[in-house]
């Protein structure tokens, strides 16, 4: 399993944008699909975010619809940019591996999962 490690979080305002990376720590993201999830204190891990192992499908929460987006950098790095953040936003991310190479939207669908970056946007 590859193991990976996401970045980027931090503490915003209302509005802001934000980006954040996944990368494979030694070794490659080539031909896995690949997700963003997230899960704020007291809830449930819920899907934001998937793109296929070759970047031509994406697939996206309608939480996050038109203010997220996701890209790749083919096998070295994965990216989630996020515009117009809102509190509601706030939660930890994790980045995660699909092995099937098409990017689902369940988290049982992914098999390695980074340790997760925050993202806190104040009001």
């Known amino acids: 399993q590859v193991q990976l490690v996401e970045s980027g979080g931090g503490l915003v305002q209302a509005g802001d944008s934000l980006r954040l990376a996944c990368v494979a720590s030694?070794?490659?993201?080539?031909?896995?699909?690949m997700g963003w999830f997230r899960q704020a204190p007291g809830k449930e891990r819920e899907f934001v975010a998937a793109?296929?192992?070759?970047?031509?499908?994406t697939y996206y929460a309608d939480s996050v619809k038109e203010r997220f987006s996701i890209c790749r950098d083919d096998s070295k790095a994965m990216y989630l940019q996020m515009y117009t953040l809102k509190p509601e936003d706030t939660a930890v991310y994790f980045c995660?591996?699909?092995?099937?190479?098409?990017?689902?939207?369940?988290?049982?669908?992914?098999?390695?999962w980074g340790q997760g970056t925050q993202v806190t946007v104040s009001s």
């Open positions: 793109i296929s192992w070759r970047g031509d499908r």
């Open positions: 030694g070794g490659t993201l080539a031909g896995y699909g």
């Open positions: 995660a591996t699909d092995m099937l190479g098409g990017g689902g939207t369940q988290a049982d669908e992914y098999e390695s």
